[in-house]
């Protein structure tokens, strides 16, 4: 089994109770992995890898990701959602839509940006979630992430809502705290849709708890599919069964088009695909050699 699936995630499920679902359908033979984490309380697309798939997930962590984040206002939560220790401030201030939007730029493009003390980024070593859980103070350095695109799209007396398009790496519980903090008030995330990763929406998602033997075989999605960011080369039988080899080409001996060539950079990713229009591997040029990175299929 080769391929993705595109999963509606619900709330209160963990990414690997997903993942052990997918599992026990798929059999023992196939292995299986998530592309992204979503945290328990989150709901929306989690995409899960079959079988040699599972080799793309790194590339598939590159695309970018939007979102649809609630936040409670007045609130402080040591795990900046409401599954944590929550603390309700009285006298805080309530920003209004102007107020909001003012400040939203300041959070739009490439920010620095400190990730919840509950998460599962590594700090000397160890899961960050683990040192806090036994009440250790833990300090994680602040990371660059990027925010394509950040909107207030709800807002009441007690709560806003803010969709987002970001890159690997952000966390929104995060960002809807800063926000809040920089409005001279605090905020802890009562819940989060992923409503896209790349080329998978939440509307085309199948629901988990639907997810049966019956519909799994039709959901799986061809893996070239989770890959439209990468450029695509369609090498002949004998091309691909050398790549499989381990050879490495000239790039002078294959029929490449020029604007392709033009379009990668050395070490860039290529999509290898069959003739019959299947990934076959990823390779990459370097010294105008074609260089197989990982091998799929010689069939």
């Not at 929306?44 to 936040?71: D, N």
């Not at 799986?220 to 960011?229: F, K």
């Amino acid at each position: 089994m080769f391929g993705v699936l595109n999963l509606n995630k619900p709330s209160d499920w963990t990414s690997r109770d997903v993942v052990n679902r997918v599992s026990r359908l798929a059999g023992r033979r196939v292995k299986c992995g998530h592309a992204g984490t979503l945290d328990p309380l989150a709901t929306g697309v989690l995409v899960v890898c079959l079988g040699p798939a599972t080799r793309l997930m790194p590339l598939i962590h590159q695309h970018h990701k939007t979102y649809r984040g609630r936040f409670l206002l007045g609130v402080r939560s040591n795990t900046d959602d409401i599954e944590g220790e929550l603390e309700y401030l009285d006298g805080k201030p309530v920003p209004n839509r102007k107020e909001i939007e003012a400040i939203l730029p300041e959070f739009t493009g490439t920010i620095e940006q400190i990730p919840p003390v509950y998460s599962a980024i590594k700090v000397n070593g160890e899961r960050a979630y683990k040192a806090a859980r036994r009440g250790e103070d833990v300090e994680i350095p602040a990371r660059t992430v990027t925010i394509e695109k950040l909107e207030l799209t709800d807002l009441d007396e007690k709560s806003f809502e803010l969709t987002l398009e970001c890159g690997t790496g952000t966390y929104v519980r995060s960002l809807g705290r800063d926000i809040a903090q920089r409005l001279g008030t605090e905020a802890a995330m009562s819940s989060l849709e992923r409503t896209s990763v790349g080329p998978f929406h939440v509307d085309q998602a199948i629901d988990v708890e639907h997810l049966n033997r019956e519909v799994f075989e039709s959901a799986v999605i061809p893996p070239l599919t989770a890959l439209p960011h990468l450029p695509r080369l369609v090498v002949d039988q004998q091309t691909l069964q050398r790549l499989v080899f381990g050879q490495k080409i000239r790039v002078t001996d294959l029929e490449i088009e020029e604007s392709l060539l033009q379009g990668i950079s050395e070490s860039d990713p290529i999509a290898v695909v069959d003739e019959e229009q299947q990934l076959a591997g990823i390779a990459e040029i370097r010294e105008e050699l074609l260089r197989p990175k990982m091998m799929f299929s010689a069939n």
